[in-house]
């Protein structure tokens, strides 16, 4: 009998290895320089990361957290301000809008995609109401168009979170391209995955790419002159000299990415359990790429923890993002709409499970994956 199969989660290293020489050479690029903050590295990763994602601006930053953190304090938004985000989407995204002293107001989500409810969103616009974060929810993009329609209808602005998304498509356009700002994450199970902490925002708008500049350095311009309170969110020159290693790369990740949620669809649309409805398998919404940095399935009538379970004792990774949807999270127990029912947040928490769909994943183990769901005991 050969090995078992074994399939994590995420293999970073089956991604990282084979680029081991080149990302030496950077380390010992920048080592050389002595240049460890700013400088060249950081703007030849910006201008590149701008071309990839076509905007005019790229700003890298310290985190996707600090990239949202930065986007909101560049639009000043603050006290008294209220910003439209979905409940169902990781922390920071309303984090964020609480650390500027602003109120997050949480949407309920549409099942078939995991975005935002924009019937919701507009039900809960009030006078306060400054700006919206629309998430592109494991890859797949938001209704931006339904987003455009009512920030312009209501004058709000629009922060992409674009942390999951890189190189998703809307129509013709780009995620990361549609809001005034967007921020990006190059968290390293993101699908441009740094080796640390990393973001970046990008903007089609040089008055807002400015300002955000400016705010990255302690809101210092000139040098030890601040009209303003920024802090401190810069990308290291180190991580940008590696990540553009990846960034050369990144097309074919996502291909390959692209390829295996392909044929997982392919193989499960047709097993009992999808057939039948006891498991829902995602969807790519016509006119919208996915970037499947999650492949998330839909586990119903209470059978999530079995199937978590049966993965795992056939050697599967498996995680729910998230377990908790956040109008239900105790530190936002002094926002108006904490503990309200938003009853599609509440069942995708309680049901979604994300599998591997890394790009280093080979035939033998998306296969050992596929069998293995149809073949669950639920
Ligand atoms: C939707 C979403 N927003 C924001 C972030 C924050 O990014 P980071 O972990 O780089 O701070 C993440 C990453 O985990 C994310 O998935």
């Known amino acids: 009998m050969g090995e078992p199969i074994s399939v994590p989660l995420l293999d970073l290293s089956a991604q990282n290895q084979p680029l081991a020489a080149d990302l ?45 953190l930065l986007s909101l304090m560049t639009l000043g938004i603050g006290p008294g301000d209220e910003v439209l985000c979905p409940s169902f989407t990781f922390f920071a995204t309303a984090g964020a809008i ?20 924009l019937n919701d969103a507009e039900r809960r616009l009030t006078g306060k109401t400054k700006a919206i974060i629309p998430v592109h929810l494991f890859g797949q993009p938001a209704d931006m168009d339904g987003v455009q329609r ?67 350095v302690h809101g210092s311009e000139p040098k030890y002159y601040h009209k303003v309170i920024g802090g401190n969110f810069r990308m ?30 392919e193989r499960l649309a047709q097993c009992d359990h999808f057939a039948e409805g ?60 904490f503990g309200e029912s938003l009853p599609v947040c509440e069942q995708l928490a309680g049901e979604v499970l994300s599998i591997p769909i890394y790009p280093g994943l080979t035939e033998e183990q998306l296969g050992h994956v596929a069998d293995t769901l149809a073949n669950a005991p639920i």
């Open 150 to 216: 009512l920030a312009k209808a209501h004058g709000l602005a629009v922060v992409e979170d674009a942390a999951q998304s890189m190189g998703a498509t809307f129509g013709c356009r780009q995620v990361g391209t549609m809001g005034e700002l967007s921020a990006f994450s190059f968290f390293p199970s993101k699908n441009l995955g740094g080796f640390g902490d990393g973001g970046m925002i990008t903007t089609n708008d040089d008055d807002l790419a400015k300002r955000a500049r400016v705010l990255r």
């Open 236 to 265: 290291d020159p180190l991580h940008a000299a590696l990540l553009r290693i990846k960034l050369s790369h990144f097309s074919s990740y996502l291909a390959k990415r692209r390829a295996n949620a392909a044929q997982y669809l």
């Open 98 to 117: 609480a650390r500027v002293g602003a109120t997050p107001v949480f949407v309920d989500s549409v099942d078939t995609d995991f975005n935002i409810d």
């Open 278 to 337: 006891r498991m829902v398998l995602p969807t790519e919404i016509v006119g919208r790429s996915h970037t499947w940095n999650q492949f998330t399935l839909r586990v119903c009538n209470g059978k999530r923890d079995a199937l978590q379970s049966h993965l795992a004792s056939n050697n599967i990774g498996s995680a729910i993002y998230y377990p908790v949807a956040l109008h239900q999270q105790e530190c936002f127990a002094h926002v108006p709409n």
């Open 24 to 68: 030496k050479d950077a380390f010992a690029r920048v080592l050389d320089s002595s240049q460890f903050i700013l400088g060249p590295e950081v703007a030849g990763f910006e201008s590149l990361a701008a071309e990839s994602v076509r905007t005019r601006h790229a700003i890298g930053v310290s985190s996707g957290t600090d990239a949202l």
